[in-house]
Nanobody, 119 residues
Framework: QVQLVESGGGLVPPGGSLRLSCAAS????????MSWYRQAPGKERELVAR???????NYADSVKGRFTISRDNAKNTVYLQMNSLKPEDTAVYYC?????????????WGQGTQVTVSS
């Protein structure tokens, strides 16, 4: 079974930093691209950051320059370093693993971890 377990969320003051971790099991981690999504109350889920199997990255414009996604294949873990946090970053953050085939894309999701940016 595939499991993605997020950790590291919490309450942070504006301008603060937080590092999220996502530990993956039950899959060939190095064969999967990894992403972080977030969903704020009343808003649609949005892609925050993505890192490919080749460690190429892309970010939502709203977090570019503040967030960094990275992966450690030896630990089957993907990270999201979040700096200069803003109240609008408040959301549940979800870890995603994806595997593309010609006929199907596999997507796996973690349970989410709450990030609250507030003084």
């Amino acid at each position: 079974q595939v499991q993605l377990v997020e950790s590291g969320g919490g309450l942070v003051p504006p301008g603060g930093s937080l590092r999220l971790s996502c530990a993956a099991s039950g899959l060939i981690f190095s064969s999967h691209g990894m992403s972080w999504y977030r969903q704020a109350p009343g808003k649609e889920r949005e892609l925050v950051a993505r890192i490919t199997t080749g460690s190429n990255t892309n970010y939502a414009d709203s977090v570019k320059g503040r967030f960094t996604i990275s992966r450690d294949n030896a630990k089957n873990t993907v990270y999201l370093q979040m700096n200069s946090l803003k109240p609008e970053d408040t959301a549940v953050y979800y870890c995603n693993a994806y595997f593309d085939l010609s006929y199907r894309t596999y997507n796996y999701w973690g349970q989410g971890t709450q990030v609250t940016v507030s003084s």
